[in-house]
């Protein structure tokens, strides 16, 4: 059974900005976390991101709002990725913040 995990994570930087710097920020990611995730596919439409990636031998969907004022993260999670959320929420949310705080 699956179950969402959403993050939403503030910022002042308009919608633009936070877009340039979550692609920027997510680039990195696919090098810095290669070891525990693959991104198979992103495709952005607009304002959001869909991606498909694996995690732990799982696949997950999921996408990136990019809003005026915040981003809002939703992946569907598998069961054993699902009974981690409670401890990947903070590690996202940190992650999330650096990328929207770097320049």
Do not use: C
């Not at 699956?2 to 997510?26: F, Q, T």
């Not at 290669?34 to 952005?44: K, V």
């Not at 009974?83 to 705080?101: D, Q, S, W």
């Amino acid at each position: 059974m699956s179950r969402p995990l959403i993050v939403s994570i503030p910022h002042r930087l308009g919608r633009e900005e936070a877009a340039r710097r979550i692609k920027s920020g997510l680039s990195a990611a696919r090098t810095n976390y290669s070891a525990l995730l693959t991104i198979h596919e992103e495709t952005w439409s607009g304002d959001r991101l869909a991606f498909n990636l694996s995690a732990l031998g799982q696949s997950a969907v999921g996408f990136i709002d990019v809003a005026d004022d915040h981003v809002r993260l939703e992946v569907q999670l598998p069961w054993l990725l699902a009974v981690m959320a409670e401890k990947l929420t903070p590690a996202i949310r940190k992650e999330g913040t650096l990328m929207l705080e770097k320049k």
